[in-house]
């Protein structure tokens, strides 16, 4: 009896050893080796996204990321989407309204009447969903190709760029889908807009 209660004592102690070992041995690969391996890997294969995707102008200074949209309110450059959290990356969300939400058609309705005052070249039925809804995050840095495209006349008149020059801008910032299956076309605004405001300096000049 008392050679069986010693071996229990002993048994139990070598399984707590095991344990605080592999707990070691995990904590170590998971906690240190794979995120720093993962850190290697990433810096040396997509330096650029590892980086957060971050984009500079001409003179080299970050004013943005591909992936997180900007509130752009003159009316001269492309807007993008609606944003409930005014495009605050510190989190991501929406006010996942109901469309019967009458804080959500009141919005709507202001949207609308906005847009046909800044842009009464272009008829209301022909103004995107898009454009007036916020995107499941608020984060979203990318509009539709149409989206875009009618902005080309209010964009046009404000600064004297020809509505051919706009649409050919649009056309080269124009994504296509993910591996040609995945998504939708898309256009990033941001850098949309970096390329509209290089045209407008170069005009200028």
């Given at each position: ?83 409930s ?11 996942n ?97 970096l ?11």
């Amino acid at each position: 009896m008392e050679n069986t209660a010693g071996n229990s004592g002993k048994t139990g102690v070598s399984f707590i050893g095991v344990a605080l070992r592999a707990s070691l041995l995990f904590l170590l690969l998971c906690g240190i080796v794979y995120p720093l391996a993962m850190t290697g890997v990433a810096q040396t294969l997509m330096p650029d996204r590892a980086n957060g995707s971050l984009i500079r102008d001409s003179q080299d200074k970050v004013v943005g990321s591909e992936l997180i949209g900007q509130n752009f309110s003159d009316p001269a450059l492309f807007q993008g989407r609606v944003s409930s959290i005014d495009y605050n990356g510190a989190g991501s969300g929406s006010s996942n309204y109901a469309p019967s939400n009458p804080e959500l058609l009141l919005r709507m309705r202001n949207s609308i009447e906005a847009w046909k005052k800044d842009n009464p070249d272009v008829p209301e039925s022909e103004l995107p969903v898009s454009l007036i809804t916020n995107s499941g995050s608020g984060l979203d840095p990318h509009i539709t190709p149409l989206s875009a495209k009618v902005q080309v006349p209010r964009i046009s008149k404000l600064t004297g760029i020809p509505v051919d020059d706009l649409e050919q801008l649009v056309r080269r910032h124009t994504e296509g889908r993910d591996l040609g299956l995945i998504g939708e076309p898309r256009v990033n605004v941001l850098m949309l807009n970096l390329e509209l405001q290089a045209m407008e300096n170069s005009r200028n000049q």
